[in-house]
């Protein structure tokens, strides 16, 4: 086999080996996939997961937003989570549709705001303040400090959550308040169910644009 391949090369000045090399190229080239040919698959079937971290004091309305979300479900009764609970949620964008990996951790305090430990990997975090209680508020630099020390990349949404509890200009005040101090800020209700797809779809866009 070797030597009518090496006599066919000589015969053939090199011209078949020349042919099998550029064959073996187009094969390669052929098995590397180009950005559109993933982002394809994306729109198609195969989806990428995504981790979003809900993070933020005690009773802000974490697990009511996944609650609303995932299930277009809210309850009055109030339940502290224990731990972290994960939920999933396909989120379509133009792009691509991702699949939200949801984890709701339990709500902070003034001495542990929050085990780091479930930050790691994250892609995207959403802090969690209730406009009903300011010192919530107060508290989202702490949050926002934690996650870019644990993961400098991830992307951030301020949330200011249950703002079916206010009147129209409290609203309004509040909008152009944390707007002027945050670039990536929602204004939610999971109780209405006000600005919360937009909120979650809006964190997907973001972390679509760093990661790609
Ligand atoms: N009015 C109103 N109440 C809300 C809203 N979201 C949550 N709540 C209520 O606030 C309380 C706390 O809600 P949770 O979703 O359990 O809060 P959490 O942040 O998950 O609490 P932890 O797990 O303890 O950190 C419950 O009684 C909810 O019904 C909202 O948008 N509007
Ligand atoms: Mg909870």
């Not at 950005?35 to 698959?41: N, Q």
């Not at 994250?122 to 107060?138: H, N």
């Not at 009147?167 to 944390?178: G, P």
């Not at 670039?183 to 919360?196: C, R």
Request: aromatic residues 8%; proline residues 1%.
């Amino acid at each position: 086999m070797f030597l009518s391949l090496l006599y066919h090369i000589l015969a053939s000045g090199g011209s078949i080996f020349y042919f099998m090399v550029l064959s073996q190229a187009d094969k390669m080239s052929a098995d590397v996939k180009s950005d559109t040919d993933i982002k394809e698959k994306w729109q198609g079937r195969e989806m990428i997961s995504k981790k979003i971290v809900l993070i933020g004091d005690f009773s802000t309305g974490k697990t009511s937003l996944i609650r609303r979300f995932v299930d277009n479900q809210f309850s009055d009764t109030y339940l502290s989570t224990i731990g972290v609970k994960i939920s999933r949620k396909e989120i379509a964008l133009p792009s691509a549709t991702i699949q939200g990996l949801i984890w709701d951790v339990e709500g902070g305090t003034e001495t542990k705001p929050v085990n780091k430990v479930y930050l790691a990997g994250a892609d995207g975090c959403i802090v969690v303040a209730d406009v009903t209680r300011s010192e919530t508020i107060k508290h989202i630099e702490t949050y926002t400090d934690i996650i870019r020390q644990a993961s400098p990349k991830v992307a951030v949404m301020v949330v200011l959550n249950k703002v079916d509890c206010l009147k129209h200009d409290e609203k309004e005040q509040m909008k152009i308040k944390i707007s002027e101090q945050y670039k990536d800020a929602s204004l939610t209700s999971a109780k209405s169910g006000e600005g919360v797809e937009l909120m979650f779809t809006a964190l997907a866009e973001r972390i679509m644009e760093r990661q790609g």
